[in-house]
């Protein structure tokens, strides 16, 4: 009406006005595409389709772009630390991997996830992930074998990708920090033809950093480079990244019965250089209105160099003699995803099936030697040089692992309200393991895994669900005979709650589960030889909440409870225990303000804290670490174009020695970042 009624004043106007039209242009959301915001209605990660969160019958998070922005993340542990499930920090800082903890299950290496494909880890040769490159992360909680194939009962991180816009635009970004930060971004994208069939995406980030441990160091180069080519049927995105880092190998700490310093073992020989490249691409085609078919491919090669020192025995209090130890590891890994889905009605039902079959290979080849050096050094004077002499790399040994896997899902539409999703998955997987050139282990296995979920969406936007799911994970150790040991097989029972106000822009989760994890590995206590004997239960309570509470007035909340008991080991003393780096009580909640008016338009604050109870450094439960309860704390400034943003972390200096299993580590101390961005 309001437009009928403006056009009818307009024709009576006298003179006549000729208004210059214009366009205005919205991108709709998508599963894997950009948010507005911190609230994302859509993924894909629980169901490998573009799928609405509140009509989904798992439990699922997602960290936006606009969030990862606004609290300065780092690096992923950064980006997920305010989310419900997720446990970070049970080793202090350690740039070197991505540690996390999932509903209790470590999801560092076999839970990490690039744009739907796993990123598997070496030996020591872990993939690391520029977070500026990223336009979300999808966290995924539960078993998730059916669609993923060889996972954790805990599930899985989804990182995601910025692929290339429509819209023209470009980004350069600039940061200072404290300790020694030095980084410059950049992002452009857009059409490369005019009639827009062709789109561009380059991302950059270029690093010179000192790491919060004093003598180590936090340097890269990336560069991401994606393409897409489309018409009205076909959609092919290529995609690739190069990632040069420079960081502390070893994180070990001086450290005696009675001394901890903050001073690493080895300052000036102990370094990790690695290089990783990956490329691949995403084809989507619609052949009709029913069926579409879908392929997701990538290679991906990591080139691995590092170096440590080990104390070895101890002269005169810091006068040690040390071990050197020199490692190189090469890391390829070729993966494909193909699936086709069918969009089809039967009655009253609605149903999206997908059919697929998954590629996964993985070979590690790495030369691992460790020399002495029996003139002692003085590990608290870091400006004598450590007289290291590297030992040179001999014998190689290396480890493989490939995977097929057959999948299906429906996901099933009916009664006004109901949804239920159904899927299954039959597995293959080849792990090997050589010395020398020679096999000198090889194990085939095979595994049906399935899940199930039913929910029933409410009018007023409350969706209670249930669901079912089991978890495939074949074993890289081996046993007292040197043979590899059989897989670890894990179930989850979850019943939860999600909500989602019509009309404006919140999200709520509960969620209660209890995992089971049955057969996987143990070291005896006293030979350290590995059985397949560990059995875990894991009983939890989730609740999270992204609350839009009013224009530029944005929170988020979470709080975990996590009940887990060992139930069958290898070590009788530790059943009945509670597993390592698994506190009860997790909390997080941060607020973010930005002036929508008035003098102070364009200015904004942030505050967020994190609660980490204390947690058990090792599985005989002895020692417990003590709570941590960072704070951080941000200021934003932006007007036209420019954005200006001070962030904090840890504002208040908080630094625990953390212990675990055996080794002492240092939590994460303050770090002030400075940010300068301007967008055209």
């Given amino acids: 009406m309001p437009l009928a009624s403006g056009a009818a004043r307009a024709q009576e106007a006298e003179p006549s006005v000729a208004l210059p039209t214009v366009n205005v242009e919205g991108v709709a959301e998508t599963a894997w595409g950009p948010v507005d915001g911190y609230v994302a209605t859509r993924s894909a990660a629980g169901t490998k389709t573009d799928t609405p969160l509140i009509e989904t019958p798992r439990s699922i998070s997602v960290v936006t772009r606009q969030e990862m922005d606004d609290r300065a993340v780092q690096n992923v542990i950064d980006a997920v630390s305010y989310t419900a499930g997720v446990v970070t920090g049970a080793y202090g800082y350690d740039p070197r991997f991505d540690d996390i903890y999932l509903r209790g299950f470590s999801v560092t290496s076999r839970g990490d996830f690039l744009n739907g494909l796993s990123q598997g880890s070496g030996n020591f040769a872990y993939w690391r992930t520029e977070t500026y490159g990223l336009e979300r992360i999808d966290v995924i909680k539960g078993p998730a074998s059916v669609l993923y194939g060889q996972t954790v009962p805990g599930g899985l991180i989804n990182r995601i990708s910025k692929m290339p816009v429509e819209t023209p635009f470009a980004e350069v970004e600039g940061q200072i920090g404290a300790p020694g930060w030095y980084q410059a971004g950049f992002d452009v994208g857009g059409k490369a033809t005019q009639d827009g069939n062709v789109l561009y995406r380059l991302t950059g980030v270029a690093r010179?950093?000192?790491?919060?441990?004093?003598?180590?160091?936090?340097?890269?180069?990336?560069?991401?480079?994606?393409?897409?080519?489309?018409?009205?049927?076909?959609?092919?995105?290529?995609?690739?990244?190069?990632?040069?880092?420079?960081?502390?190998?070893?994180?070990?700490?001086?450290?005696?019965?009675?001394?901890?310093?903050?001073?690493?073992?080895?300052?000036?020989?102990?370094?990790?250089?690695?290089?990783?490249?990956?490329?691949?691409?995403?084809?989507?085609?619609?052949?009709?209105?029913?069926?579409?078919?879908?392929?997701?491919?990538?290679?991906?090669?990591?080139?691995?160099?590092?170096?440590?020192?080990?104390?070895?025995?101890?002269?005169?209090?810091?006068?040690?003699?040390?071990?050197?130890?020199?490692?190189?590891?090469?890391?390829?890994?070729?993966?494909?995803?193909?699936?086709?889905?069918?969009?089809?009605?039967?009655?009253?039902?609605?149903?999206?099936?997908?059919?697929?079959?998954?590629?996964?290979?993985?070979?590690?080849?790495?030369?691992?030697?460790?020399?002495?050096?029996?003139?002692?050094?003085?590990?608290?004077?870091?400006?004598?040089?450590?007289?290291?002499?590297?030992?040179?790399?001999?014998?190689?040994?290396?480890?493989?692992?490939?995977?097929?896997?057959?999948?299906?899902?429906?996901?099933?539409?009916?009664?006004?309200?109901?949804?239920?999703?159904?899927?299954?998955?039959?597995?293959?997987?080849?792990?090997?393991?050589?010395?020398?050139?020679?096999?000198?282990?090889?194990?085939?296995?095979?595994?049906?895994?399935?899940?199930?979920?039913?929910?029933?969406?409410?009018?007023?936007?409350?969706?209670?669900?249930?669901?079912?799911?089991?978890?495939?994970?074949?074993?890289?150790?081996?046993?007292?005979?040197?043979?590899?040991?059989?897989?670890?097989?894990?179930?989850?029972?979850?019943?939860?709650?999600?909500?989602?106000?019509?009309?404006?822009?919140?999200?709520?989760?509960?969620?209660?589960?209890?995992?089971?994890?049955?057969?996987?590995?143990?070291?005896?206590?006293?030979?350290?030889?590995?059985?397949?004997?560990?059995?875990?239960?894991?009983?939890?309570?989730?609740?999270?909440?992204?609350?839009?509470?009013?224009?530029?007035?944005?929170?988020?909340?979470?709080?975990?409870?996590?009940?887990?008991?060992?139930?069958?080991?290898?070590?009788?003393?530790?059943?009945?225990?509670?597993?390592?780096?698994?506190?009860?009580?997790?909390?997080?909640?941060?607020?973010?303000?930005?002036?929508?008016?008035?003098?102070?338009?364009?200015?904004?604050?942030?505050?967020g804290i994190r609660y980490v109870g204390g947690f058990w450094s090792s599985n005989d439960n002895v020692y417990q670490n003590p709570a941590q309860f960072p704070v951080d704390a941000a200021l934003y400034y932006a007007k036209d174009n420019w954005s200006l943003q001070l962030n904090g972390k840890n504002v208040f200096g908080q630094e625990q020695a953390l212990l675990n299993e055996g080794y002492w580590y240092w939590q994460q101390g303050r770090t002030v970042m400075a940010t300068a961005k301007v967008r055209w």
């Fill in 208 to 607: 010179a950093a000192d790491g919060p441990i004093d003598y180590t160091t936090n340097n890269e180069l990336f560069l991401a480079p994606a393409i897409t080519f489309k018409d009205d049927s076909t959609r092919l995105t290529v995609l690739a990244n190069i990632l040069d880092i420079r960081l502390p190998s070893s994180i070990y700490y001086y450290q005696t019965p009675t001394l901890l310093t903050k001073i690493p073992i080895g300052t000036t020989y102990n370094a990790l250089k690695q290089t990783q490249e990956q490329v691949g691409y995403i084809l989507d085609h619609d052949f009709n209105d029913v069926f579409s078919a879908h392929q997701n491919v990538r290679y991906g090669h990591i080139e691995n160099h590092s170096f440590w020192a080990f104390p070895t025995g101890v002269q005169n209090g810091p006068l040690v003699e040390i071990s050197a130890s020199n490692y190189r590891e090469i890391l390829d890994t070729f993966q494909a995803d193909n699936q086709v889905t069918a969009k089809f009605a039967t009655g009253g039902f609605n149903h999206k099936v997908i059919g697929g079959v998954d590629f996964l290979l993985a070979e590690s080849t790495y030369w691992y030697d460790t020399g002495y050096n029996t003139v002692p050094i003085n590990l608290l004077n870091a400006n004598v040089p450590n007289l290291v002499v590297m030992p040179p790399n001999t014998i190689a040994s290396g480890g493989a692992l490939s995977q097929v896997g057959l999948y299906a899902q429906d996901q099933v539409s009916f009664g006004n309200g109901w949804h239920f999703t159904l899927g299954g998955r039959q597995d293959f997987a080849t792990t090997d393991q050589s010395y020398a050139g020679l096999t000198t282990a090889s194990r085939d296995d095979s595994a049906f895994t399935w899940q199930a979920g039913l929910l029933y969406e409410f009018a007023n936007g409350v969706s209670p669900y249930v669901s079912y799911a089991t978890s495939f994970l074949p074993s890289l150790n081996v046993d007292a005979n040197g043979q590899l040991l059989q897989p670890s097989t894990g179930e989850q029972y979850e019943v939860g709650i999600k909500f989602q106000p019509k009309g404006g822009r919140s999200f709520f989760t509960l969620a209660a589960y209890q995992i089971t994890q049955n057969n996987y590995a143990v070291p005896d206590p006293n030979t350290f030889v590995y059985s397949a004997v560990g059995d875990v239960r894991v009983r939890g309570f989730e609740a999270e909440a992204l609350v839009e509470m009013a224009e530029g007035l944005d929170l988020t909340a979470a709080y975990t409870f996590t009940q887990g008991t060992i139930i069958d080991s290898a070590n009788i003393a530790t059943i009945g225990k509670t597993p390592i780096n698994m506190p009860s009580n997790v909390a997080s909640l941060w607020l973010k303000y930005t002036f929508q008016d008035g003098p102070w338009k364009g200015f904004g604050l942030g505050a």
